[in-house]
């Protein structure tokens, strides 16, 4: 027989796992919705879709490409982040059962290219030849240098040796010539809450974008870069007028990227 204590234990137990398990839902509900505007940025042939073609997930939440390989038969998806979720070993291995798609998986920070080579090498995939690099809600992250931007913000930040509240520059032009180099076309779907906090920063590396970090980034992309906006509205890159007064509107940016034809 249950005493009281016992039974509140175990109510509170099924609780917390009942939140769990809606938060796991919503997030793989949430991915469905994101990937219906960054389909659109794919490019995809109506007859073949994505069939042959190779992808390469930045800062992967790994649902995301489960949902691409069931819908558009890629070739081959491969999955990096340096917090790779605890959900990548199953999706990987079960997604074998009913896609004909090599989903693989890997710990792996983007900056750290000595893994990121082992890992195309054991993928048998060249540095360049992924079709679509994917960089969805973690271009914030792709932050690095020790030049902290906090102060132009905040002039009464200080900078301190654990860098807890600062935040680095973003350099675009640095930044997308990197992501270009694994692959012919960059996809980035990113959250604008520039009044949030960023739970997932580290160190200088985060802080969601500020619209005057967005403005700098939409002014440099056309000197380097050819592409669509494809949300808040759909245009040629270099054709976004009144950025400021669009992300007003949003809470999401999204555009696709690839090199100028030399």
Not at 76 to 102: H, M, Y
Not at 205 to 227: A, C, L, N
Request: glycine share 6%; proline share 2%; hydrophobic share 35%.
């Amino acid at each position: 027989m249950c005493d009281e204590g016992s039974l509140v234990k175990r109510l509170e137990k099924c609780l917390n796992e009942k939140d769990d398990l809606l938060d796991e839902l919503n997030e793989w509900t949430e991915c469905l919705t994101e990937l219906a505007t960054i389909e659109d940025a794919f490019g995809i042939n109506a007859e073949s879709g994505l069939q042959g073609k190779t992808i390469l997930d930045v800062g992967t939440d790994c649902i995301k490409s489960l949902y691409i390989a069931l819908k558009h038969k890629p070739r081959k998806i491969v999955g990096i982040s340096d917090a790779l979720p605890n959900r990548a070993s199953d999706i990987e291995q079960q997604s074998r059962l009913f896609s004909a798609t090599k989903i693989r998986f890997y710990d792996c920070n983007f900056f750290d290219e000595t893994t990121l080579e082992k890992i195309l090498t054991r993928e048998k995939i060249g540095k360049g030849e992924f079709n679509i690099v994917i960089v969805s809600k973690v271009l914030h992250h792709l932050r690095f240098g020790d030049q902290c931007v906090v102060h132009e913000r905040d002039e009464k930040h200080k900078c301190d040796g654990s860098e807890k509240d600062c935040i680095y520059r973003f350099e675009t032009e640095d930044i997308f010539e990197k992501l270009l180099e694994y692959g012919k076309r960059v996809v980035v779907y990113e959250a604008f809450w520039p009044h949030e906090t960023d739970d997932d920063k580290v160190r200088g590396r985060g802080g969601y974008f500020t619209v005057r970090e967005w403005e700098s980034i939409f002014d440099q992309i056309p000197s380097k870069f050819r592409g669509e906006l494809i949300s808040p509205k759909r245009c040629s890159i270099d054709k976004i007028e009144k950025m400021a007064e669009e992300l007003r509107k949003v809470d999401i940016v999204c555009f696709y990227l690839e090199k100028k034809p030399s």
